[in-house]
């Protein structure tokens, strides 16, 4: 019934987090810098709120068929561990339900509190999606920016529902950020710590992520906001970093205590043949995939063949379903987004080469972080009803980098009187 739903032991917290989600301006003053952006959060929070709420109480009731069974895995999954005191820590979706395991324990078991919590995750992103714009020094459009990033379809459906995608892009962009961050202060400094701390939490969410999280913070390593054209230049401290980092890392891995299973997954990967791995991986699951599959094998026969199918597999990655892939509204809904997804990388890149100085060398690292984290997921994807969940965890960046250019592209020929107009103040770098 309805109404046992609603007075079930979680509700009540779960409201409180919703309460928060919604005064969340009075904590920010990214939020709060102007009416306008206070309206822009509420309606993208909105949106995850209608969703999460017709989820718990209309089809969660079994009167509909579940359209989100990964989702309600999870939930499932997360209120057994409620109830049990025994857990091995482990990684990707493992960890991520016994971290809804242990809310259900504290707070006893409710769909709606595991919705809840992520959509407060989102709410956090908000924040910090503003704040590396004011660090990029992109400070216009940032309304329509933060519309762009949470009211694409993909984010506030699948990222209000008890599914860890929500999790990864916060932590994804706050690694970046303190990033940024550290830079900026002159590192090292603490913001190097929380960007290690950052980069490894997200890689708790996905096994594949883990093994980002070490490249993100070497390219932090080695990047830096002023123009180097020698190695040397290269302080000897980050050189260090450069070797000791992924050590840590992998010794951090290795020592916690992550099931069986995926330590014979690590140990196999590392005993074999990298390339042969993803080939035979790539080739067993397009057999196995249904029918939106595109079906783009790893050829590794020869280092030609190696670098042509490799080129392909990550434009399909991208760019699918084709004009001609598409049989029905959920393929229309994909195609649409590859299309946004394609004008967007066209406007970030234009960006990037009319920039100067510091901010051409910011936005620079921002298209590498898109295309290194996209390349990564292009490798073990081989269908777009997988990639459209793997596109949330970079689509805040193409949005930060290329919404702003086309939104004024846009005022020059449509609706100037009201996108002409910037959708926030110039502001002083926290």
Request: contains cysteine; glycine residues 6%.
């Amino acid at each position: 019934m309805l109404t046992d739903s609603f007075i079930e032991s979680g509700f009540l917290v779960a409201m409180c987090i919703c309460l928060v989600t919604l005064i969340m301006p009075v904590f920010s003053r990214e939020l709060r810098q102007s009416k306008s952006m206070v309206v822009g959060y509420w309606f993208v929070v909105g949106l995850h709120q209608v969703v999460a709420f017709v989820n718990a109480y209309i089809i969660g009731l079994g009167t509909v068929v579940e359209p989100f069974p990964d989702a309600r895995g999870m939930q499932l999954t997360g209120e057994k561990l409620a109830m049990s005191e025994n857990g091995s820590f482990s990684i990707g979706s493992g960890f991520y339900k016994q971290a809804l395991g242990a809310v259900y324990r504290w707070f006893s078991p409710s769909h709606l509190l595991g919705e809840q919590l992520s959509i407060l995750v989102f709410a956090f992103s908000c924040i910090i999606f503003l704040k590396i714009m004011r660090q990029l020094g992109v400070v216009r459009y940032r309304l329509s920016s933060l519309i762009a990033f949470g009211a694409l379809p993909t984010m506030f459906i699948l990222g209000s529902i008890t599914l860890r995608e929500s999790y990864q892009v916060f932590f994804f962009m706050l690694a970046v950020y303190f990033g940024i961050k550290m830079h900026r202060k002159g590192w090292p400094n603490v913001y190097f710590i929380a960007l290690i701390l950052s980069a490894l939490i997200m890689g708790w969410f996905h096994t594949a992520l883990i093994v980002y999280a070490a490249l993100l913070v070497l390219i932090f390593v080695l990047w830096s906001p002023r123009p180097a054209t020698r190695l040397w230049n290269i302080k000897k401290l980050r050189l260090a970093a450069f070797m000791i980092i992924p050590l840590s890392l992998m010794g951090m891995v290795a020592l916690s205590k992550v099931e069986m299973n995926e330590i014979q997954t690590l140990s196999y990967l590392l005993n074999q043949n990298w390339l042969d791995v993803v080939s035979r991986f790539r080739a067993n699951s397009i057999i196995d995939s249904g029918r939106t599959t595109y079906g783009v094998y790893l050829d590794i026969t020869s280092s030609y063949m190696m670098v042509y199918s490799g080129l392909k597999l990550y434009v399909y990655y991208l760019f699918a379903p084709f004009p001609w892939n598409i049989g029905s509204l959920t393929d229309l809904y994909a195609g649409a987004e590859s299309i946004m997804r394609m004008i967007l990388i066209y406007f970030s890149v234009k960006q990037w080469r009319k920039a100067y100085g510091s901010q051409r060398r910011l936005l620079g690292l921002m298209l590498i972080l898109y295309f290194s984290v996209t390349l990564m997921w292009a490798v073990g994807t081989t269908n777009y009803g997988t990639s459209i969940r793997h596109h949330m965890v970079s689509w805040w960046i193409i949005v930060i980098v290329g919404v702003p250019p086309l939104m004024g592209k846009l005022s020059r020929f449509w609706f100037r009187p009201i996108l002409s107009r910037p959708n926030a103040m110039l502001v002083k770098s926290d």
